[in-house]
């Protein structure tokens, strides 16, 4: 008899959760509930009876080891028991399943097949994982464990489902599960059973097919994955681990676990397909590039030991000294998945390629586990200091050589691939926000007569000025976010203007009152944004707001509508006011035809000098050409 699955706690947990989207009662009963009622709540009860049942299943579930099912009436209502035996935490309990009987049952001398139907339509939902309509893991254990067959048994655990989940929410999760399931359907025969085995974990059960076919059966689920798309889940690339074993009137249970095993060894490359029936399991119908490790030691001998220690699972490079391994990095960059670094050779040591590697931004991408016979405080304190990830002591052990190594692989592999979801999750977020953006923009200047691209000109100048800015001088802390978010910002600069009326708006001549009139736009755009109660703290309103009210102040004090001088004016409102004056000049006004870019930038540097930060105007003119470039392809657009 195989040995009973101890399931933990979180385990069984996630299995009632999944349970009662289909049960309206799912209890977990201890031994003591069951063999004694005054502990907690009687099962008995549970229906709205006073008595224990004669036949109760929990007890038979519990002494028998197995599943039991049950009908019971509760007045006029039928209703389905089902208890299961299972081991949590090395405990003997009983899963417990109350499904209340279609209420248009009705018994009766005729009714016997309604009533079959009925039952089976129950054990079929009973059956099911409500979430991708797979078979779930009770299925299999009533109908096929403990059995002997001939069939390719194959275990998939889709890649990186935490992942989706961690990053874009349950829902997605449950999409790549769904959509998972409905691509291995299409290429499954009658008698093939495909069974969600628990969280990620899909098993799939092949009656009848012969070991070669099975191979190429499993190739091609793993492709037609890979190519797949998540509806509503654009940027998610499924992808899955699967391990595979062909069995001749074998044991079930036992080719189940060992394709686990080679799941769980598929995992380490990921989106691989591994199947083999010997102890020591290699790579089968795997086309994909192994990983590659660099050997760095001056002991020849050493760098012999360890790529015989694994050169059976990666392919593995070596380098005699420092300054190799630097030259080997930097000619194949990508092709490196991780390096085995002495601390102790001649010339540059350890310690110095860490600091190289580092300042290069290697590290980023590559990992590196130290490798010496002195495993002081101090030089393993070193070494994690300069950015290694693992540190390995001599004498070797190829256990825990390769056990390192590989771990260490997939880590890097997984945080490079939760970076990129992060990155577009970002992204998407921005392009968002960007959108709403240029739609409002384009409403505020279909307003006041301006056309959207000066709104976009004005952007781009904005953030090219304040990059520049920024790496000429540290007197402006702004990260790389906060100039992207200033340069979106800008582009709501005149919103004030949607409160102007448009009989002065489009004026020809305005009087003294009327040019007084248009002035308030900067006032009353910032009024707009400040009521803003729920946003008012966002980096991308404050920024806005600081623009909107004081991008018409000048350095020297003749702006409005506060006359604020030199740097009482944000740095914000300043970039935006130059930006602003300069493509007014380049594009012309009412009153003024365009200028060319130098004429523009020298009236901006000479006549108009006092009105602008200083160091503003030394980046416009160092960065003139690619300014006029930019609003040159802008005006294109």
């Known amino acids: 008899m195989a040995q009973e699955e101890n399931m933990t706690r979180e385990q069984i947990e996630e299995e009632m959760r999944q349970l009662r989207k289909v049960f309206p009662s799912v209890r977990l009963l201890t031994q003591e509930n069951i063999q004694n009622s005054k502990v907690r709540r009687p099962c008995y009860a549970h229906l709205k009876r006073t008595h224990p049942c004669e036949n109760c299943v929990a007890r038979r579930a519990l002494e028998e080891k197995g599943r039991r099912s049950r009908l019971e009436y509760t007045g006029k209502t039928l209703y389905e028991v089902t208890a299961c035996y299972v081991l949590v935490e090395n405990k003997p309990c009983v899963l417990e399943m109350t499904q209340k009987m279609d209420s248009s049952v009705v018994l009766g001398p005729d009714d016997s097949e309604r009533l079959l139907d ?276 001599r004498p070797f052990d190829a256990k825990v050589v390769y056990q390192r190594v590989s771990n260490t692989i997939r880590l890097y592999a997984k945080q490079r691939r939760l970076s990129a979801m992060v990155a577009d999750q970002v992204y998407e977020t921005e392009k968002r926000s960007r959108m709403m953006i240029d739609i409002l923009s384009r409403v505020v200047g279909r307003h006041n007569g301006e056309s959207y691209a000066h709104a976009q000109r004005i952007s781009t100048l904005t953030t090219m000025l304040l990059t520049h800015l920024t790496q000429k001088t540290d007197a402006y802390p702004l990260s790389q976010e906060m100039r992207r978010t200033i340069g979106m910002a800008s582009m709501l600069h005149d919103i004030g203007k949607m409160e102007i009326t448009d009989r002065v708006l489009n004026s020809d001549a305005r009087t003294p009152e009327e040019l007084e009139a248009m002035r308030q736009h900067t006032v009353l755009g910032a009024k707009m944004l400040e009521e803003l109660d729920a946003y008012r703290d966002e980096d991308f309103v404050r920024a806005a707001c600081q623009i909107c009210r004081w991008h018409h102040e000048r350095y020297d004090g003749s702006g409005y509508p506060d006359h604020l001088t030199g740097e009482q004016i944000p740095i914000a409102a300043q970039a935006v006011g130059l930006a602003d004056a300069y493509e007014t000049l380049v594009s012309g006004s009412e009153t003024q035809p365009p200028l060319p870019h130098r004429k523009a930038l020298k009236q901006l540097c000479e006549a108009d000098a006092k009105r602008f930060n200083p160091l503003l105007l030394e980046c416009l003119q160092e960065i003139g050409p690619e300014v006029e470039d930019a609003m040159q392809r802008q005006t294109k657009m």
């Not at 989706?164 to 998972?180: F, I, K, P, Q, R």
């Not at 080719?255 to 399991?281: F, G």
């Not at 050997?295 to 490079?317: C, E, H, K, P, W």
């Open 118 to 393: 009925t039952i089976i339509d129950q054990r079929e939902k009973l059956y099911r994982d409500p979430v991708t309509g797979a078979y779930n893991r009770l299925y299999y254990d009533e109908n096929y464990r403990g059995r002997s067959m001939t069939a390719g048994v194959a275990l998939l655990d889709l890649d990186d489902l935490k992942l989706s989940n961690d990053v874009y929410g349950s829902a997605a999760g449950d999409s790549v599960l769904e959509t998972a399931v409905n691509v291995i359907r299409r290429s499954l025969g009658e008698k093939d059973r495909l069974i969600r085995y628990g969280g990620g974990e899909l098993l799939l059960l092949l009656p009848d097919i012969g070991q070669e076919q099975f191979n190429r059966r499993l190739e091609q689920i793993r492709l037609q994955l890979r190519t797949a798309s998540v509806p509503g889940y654009s940027r998610i690339r499924m992808s899955a681990s699967i391990g595979g074993v062909w069995i001749e009137d074998e044991d079930l249970e036992i080719a189940v676990d060992h394709a686990q095993r080679l799941m769980h060894y598929a995992s380490i490359q990921k989106n691989t397909v591994v199947t083999e029936r010997q102890n020591e399991p290699r790579a089968a119908a795997v086309p994909h590039r192994r990983q590659s490790v660099l050997i760095v030691d001056d002991s020849a001998m050493n760098r012999a030991l360890l790529s015989q220690m694994l050169g059976r699972q990666y392919d593995t490079a070596e380098a005699a000294g420092g300054e190799e391994c630097l030259r080997l990095l930097e000619q194949n960059p990508t092709g490196i998945s991780i390096v085995l670094l002495d601390i102790h050779m001649d010339g540059m040591d350890g310690f110095a390629v860490l600091e190289a590697m580092n300042q290069r931004g290697m590290l980023e991408e590559i990992p590196v586990i130290m490798i010496s016979s002195e495993d002081t405080a101090d030089s393993v304190r070193r070494a994690f200091d300069l950015g290694a990830s693992d540190y390995i002591g």
